[in-house]
């Protein structure tokens, strides 16, 4: 029977455990962090994100979901990124507000089905597809900011610092693209500034130092990925001002994470992991989508499936012994 009592500590680790799960932890001094970040960087980013993470709490108990999974943060993160997402592309509305709550709350049947019939993990699928269609219902109904780009925004404090760049080459200084590996941990929340990629950093390693140093390998394996694209190509393939910005590493440091937690031990597959995801982002600018974090659920669930056939195809060549 589901326990539908949630105490004020419930209310706590339901909310700090959601927003540290964006980042596949279950810490509650991570969620701690990464809402300062939030908070600090943009005050209508904060209260999307509050209203999307209340949203899928509510979608969560209305059908009656787990209480010791909502507790651990399953059913609220991706409505959490769902109000960040919304808030980034519609602006403060009423209709973005209707629409943070309508499809975060949705997150949750979703999340539901996920975790009972997938063999993989779900990671933030549910985000992705309830952005998608939120932005192409906006998009039917003309109500998308002219601004609004099919990719993560760069922020005030990004566009200030990559305003340095030469004008005629769009290069950028070795500073500048050093920053951008911290932009990348602070974009998987849609925040650009350089304090709050290092608030995410800080987050990071205060649930395990391990998991700060592979998030931002992934971000960096991101970005030097893009930056050797541009050398090699006749032309940049790649704006340079977006590597700065941190869009081709916050794919990458998701990656890492999310595979970090299933092959903590096999770095090779976490780096594959990384590269998969860094190669798809470009993708979905060319199909006219946001990339969100598509790149790295696909580079991720093509890494999951792959690996589970080579064990199985594996146990099928290892002949078992008999016991005389």
């Known amino acids: 029977?589901?326990?539908?009592?949630?105490?004020?500590?419930?209310?706590?680790?339901?909310?700090?455990?959601?927003?540290?799960?964006?980042?596949?932890?279950?810490?509650?001094?991570?969620?701690?962090?990464?809402?300062?970040?939030?908070?600090?960087?943009?005050?209508?980013?904060?209260?999307?994100?509050?209203?999307?993470?209340?949203?899928?709490?509510?979608?969560?108990?209305?059908?009656?979901?787990?209480?010791?999974?909502?507790?651990?943060?399953?059913?609220?993160?991706?409505?959490?990124?769902?109000?960040?997402?919304?808030?980034?592309?519609?602006?403060?509305?009423?209709?973005?507000?209707?629409?943070?709550?309508?499809?975060?709350?949705?997150?949750?049947?979703?999340?539901?089905?996920?975790?009972?019939?997938?063999?993989?993990p779900p990671y933030t699928s549910a985000f992705v597809l309830l952005s998608w269609s939120a932005w192409l219902l906006a998009s039917m109904l003309e109500l998308l900011p002219i601004a609004a780009i099919p990719d993560v925004a760069t922020s005030h404090a990004a566009a200030l610092d990559t305003a340095m760049a030469d004008a005629a080459t769009g290069a950028i200084s070795l500073q500048q693209w050093s920053a951008g590996l911290i932009r990348g941990l602070g974009q998987?929340?849609?925040?650009?500034?350089?304090?709050?990629?290092?608030?995410?950093?800080?987050?990071?390693?205060?649930?395990?130092?391990?998991?700060?140093?592979?998030?931002?390998?992934?971000?960096?394996?991101?970005?030097?990925?893009?930056?050797?694209?541009?050398?090699?190509?006749?032309?940049?393939?790649?704006?340079?001002?977006?590597?700065?910005?941190?869009?081709?590493?916050?794919?990458?440091?998701?990656?890492?994470l999310a595979l970090l937690q299933r092959f903590p031990r096999q770095p090779a597959i976490i780096i594959a992991g990384v590269v998969l995801a860094t190669a798809l982002q470009p993708l979905f600018g060319i199909i006219g989508l946001p990339a969100f974090t598509a790149p790295f659920v696909l580079a991720c669930w093509l890494i999951v499936i792959l690996a589970s056939i080579l064990h199985r195809q594996q146990q099928k060549k290892t002949p078992t012994h008999l016991a005389p």
């Open 1 to 120: 029977m589901v326990n539908t009592k949630l105490t004020p500590a419930c209310w706590r680790d339901t909310l700090l455990h959601s927003f540290s799960q964006v980042l596949f932890q279950s810490h509650r001094g991570c969620g701690a962090l990464i809402l300062l970040a939030i908070g600090l960087e943009s005050i209508t980013a904060l209260l999307g994100s509050l209203l999307g993470w209340g949203g899928a709490l509510l979608g969560a108990r209305l059908i009656r979901a787990d209480s010791a999974m909502i507790r651990a943060g399953y059913y609220g993160f991706n409505g959490a990124l769902v109000g960040l997402a919304l808030n980034l592309l519609l602006g403060l509305s009423w209709f973005s507000l209707a629409c943070i709550l309508a499809f975060s709350a949705l997150s949750a049947p979703l999340v539901q089905l996920q975790i009972r019939r997938w063999r993989i």
């Open 188 to 256: 998987v929340f849609f925040l650009g500034s350089l304090p709050a990629g290092l608030l995410i950093l800080a987050a990071l390693a205060l649930s395990a130092p391990r998991n700060a140093l592979w998030g931002l390998a992934g971000a960096l394996l991101g970005s030097l990925i893009a930056s050797l694209c541009n050398v090699l190509a006749d032309t940049p393939l790649f704006s340079p001002q977006d590597i700065a910005a941190g869009l081709f590493g916050y794919n990458g440091a998701l990656a890492a």
